[in-house]
């Protein structure tokens, strides 16, 4: 049985500390849980894309939404773990895909993987954005434009499903600049952002150019980054984690922080144990919060 993770409550303000379940390699969900419970963590986000993402197989969980659910719940049960969000992405192609049977085919998985997340009792649903098709001849206001449209038809649904739907400004997408990321959630009404700031850094972006996304925030992954390395030790990059969580308390922010590191084999041969990393994160965001 996995340990409490620290929260903060002040008033109706809650921050709570949850694990990725696809943070360590190619395992099973039954495998991963194992690894978060032995971390400490109480609360998970669960993959559902491709590569290290998949301990939900997105069409299973389309075709079978109650037993791929049922399955999730066991599993999670057994270690007394409760679920956040879903990161999902997408389906295989961007949302704003310039074909449109692609996008009619990723409406149907939408709608299939809302169910399954409905059913297991998950919190929000994270999607990314999509980027700008320029071999496809797609100019930057048609891509954005086409993200509009397919997220609106995402939140009509994930709200009827009473979930939250999310999209991570990520690197590469029509939403990585923070100014792009926030017009994005203007033109899209009830949408939310996933915030990693691993992803800005990478843009030569600090804390100050990043907070503006915070009042959009429904959810934030955690990883260590530097301009050098999208991904850094907990005690070598830049993000000062002790901050972010001392401006998330003064921001009222009730959510989810999500230590989200992935493994890269580029960095297990450097040397890395992403359990360590995992764990000291952690311990790092813990004891921030328990100084609020």
């Known amino acids: 049985m996995g340990t409490f993770t620290h929260s903060r409550l002040l008033g109706s303000v809650l921050i709570r500390i949850a694990g990725a379940t696809f943070s360590f390699g190619d395992l099973t969900i039954e495998q991963a849980t194992v690894v978060v419970d032995e971390l400490g963590f109480d609360l998970v986000d669960v993959g559902a894309g491709w590569s290290n993402y998949h301990q939900i197989l997105p069409q299973e969980a389309v075709d079978d939404p109650d037993g791929q659910a049922d399955r999730l719940r ?41 169910h399954f997340a409905q059913k297991s009792g998950f919190e929000s649903v994270m999607m990314i954005p999509g980027h700008v098709h320029e071999e496809e001849g797609q100019s930057a ?18 709200q009827q499903r009473e979930l939250q739907c999310n999209v991570e400004p990520c690197i590469g997408s029509i939403a990585e600049q923070p100014a792009d990321a926030i017009r994005l959630i203007d033109a899209v009404p009830g949408l939310g952002l996933t915030v990693d700031y691993a992803h800005q850094v990478q843009l030569g972006l600090g804390p100050e150019q990043i907070e503006p996304l915070h009042p959009h925030a429904r959810h934030f992954h955690a990883k260590q980054s530097s301009p050098e390395s999208f991904q850094a030790r907990p005690d070598e990059g830049v993000i000062d984690f002790p901050r972010l969580m001392r401006k998330l308390d003064a921001d009222d922010y009730a959510g989810v922080v999500c230590v989200e590191f992935v493994t890269q084999e580029p960095l297990l041969e450097a040397g890395w144990d992403f359990k360590t990393e995992t764990a000291r994160l952690k311990q790092i965001l813990d004891e921030a919060l328990a100084t609020l």
């Open 74 to 114: 066991r599993v999670l049960d057994a270690h007394q773990l409760a679920v956040s969000e879903l990161f999902i992405m997408h389906f295989g192609h961007p949302i704003n895909h310039p074909a449109a049977q692609i996008r009619e085919w990723t409406r149907g998985m939408f709608e299939g993987i809302t």
């Open 141 to 158: 206001q048609e891509a954005f434009d086409l993200s509009v449209e397919e997220l609106r038809f995402m939140v009509d649904v994930a």
